[in-house]
């Protein structure tokens, strides 16, 4: 990600090495070469020092592996020793000012999705059409085919259907690509206006 989250996402990374602790049991603790976990390493190791481990976990999907792998972290320091404490605290994300995140991109459909917008597609013109559709066929399938194929493929041999069916694929493509470029930009701006007052 942009801004200075970057740096907070790298924190658990370069500390969780530092997990297991020569000092504690006689476990080995594979430290990385950063000087984050040389700095503090007597924090980890030493038997009457104590550390407090703050973890932060994004609500959005686009962050998902952050959040597991900020959460596995966690879950190997706090293992260390019988006396961790966990206290939890829901956080109000403020989304005033952003639009509503961007629908999945059409490659991303299942089988279900692509079916839901066939049948909706042009007031419901292909809904016969998305019955049949097979099973097999999802959007990332369905965004690979040559336009030659959604007749006989997605439409029944109806090639006029079929050249309809691209041609609203196509702009379904493009307006989700734009939604997504414009919640980016304005997400951008929001966080640089968040990080400037703070």
Not at 68 to 77: C, D, K, S, Y
Not at 130 to 154: C, I, N, Q, Y
């Given at each position: 990600?942009?801004?200075?989250?970057?740096?907070?996402?790298?924190?658990?990374?370069?500390?969780?090495?530092?997990?297991?602790?020569?000092?504690?049991?006689?476990?080995?603790?594979?430290?990385?070469?950063?000087?984050?976990?040389?700095?503090?390493?007597?924090?980890?190791?030493?038997?009457?020092?104590?550390?407090?481990?703050?973890?932060?976990?994004?609500?959005?999907?686009?962050?998902?592996?952050?959040?597991?792998?900020?959460?596995?972290?966690?879950?190997?320091?706090?293992?260390?020793?019988?006396?961790?404490?966990?206290?939890?605290?829901?956080?109000?994300?403020?989304?005033?000012?952003?639009?509503?995140?961007?629908?999945?991109?059409?490659?991303?459909?299942?089988?279900?999705?692509?079916?839901?917008?066939?049948?909706?597609?042009?007031?419901?013109?292909?809904?016969?059409?998305?019955?049949?559709?097979?099973?097999?066929?999802?959007?990332?399938?369905?965004?690979?085919?040559?336009?030659?194929?959604?007749?006989?493929?997605?439409?029944?041999?109806?090639?006029?259907?079929?050249?309809?069916?691209?041609?609203?694929l196509k702009a379904e493509m493009e307006r989700v690509?734009?939604?997504?470029?414009?919640?980016?930009?304005?997400?951008?701006?929001?966080?640089?206006?968040?990080?400037?007052?703070?």
């Amino acid at each position: 990600g942009g801004g200075g989250g970057g740096g907070l996402r790298a924190y658990p990374v370069a500390a969780s090495p530092a997990a297991g602790g020569s000092g504690l049991g006689g476990m080995h603790i594979p430290y990385r070469g950063s000087v984050l976990t040389r700095v503090l390493a007597d924090s980890f190791t030493h038997a009457r020092a104590a550390v407090g481990v703050l973890a932060t976990v994004s609500p959005g999907g686009n962050d998902t592996e952050h959040t597991l792998h900020t959460l596995q972290t966690v879950t190997a320091m706090c293992a260390l020793d019988g006396l961790t404490t966990d206290e939890r605290a829901e956080v109000g994300v403020s989304d005033a000012g952003l639009p509503p995140p961007p629908p999945a991109h059409p490659s991303q459909w299942s089988a279900d999705d692509l079916r839901e917008w066939l049948a909706a597609l042009d007031g419901g013109r292909y809904a016969r059409h998305a019955e049949a559709l097979p099973t097999s066929l999802d959007g990332k399938v369905l965004t690979r085919m040559p336009p030659a194929h959604f007749s006989f493929r997605v439409c029944g041999g109806d090639k006029r259907a079929g050249d309809a069916v691209w041609r609203a694929l196509k702009a379904e493509m493009e307006r989700v690509a734009e939604l997504k470029a414009a919640y980016q930009q304005q997400t951008r701006e929001q966080r640089h206006v968040r990080g400037a007052r703070a």
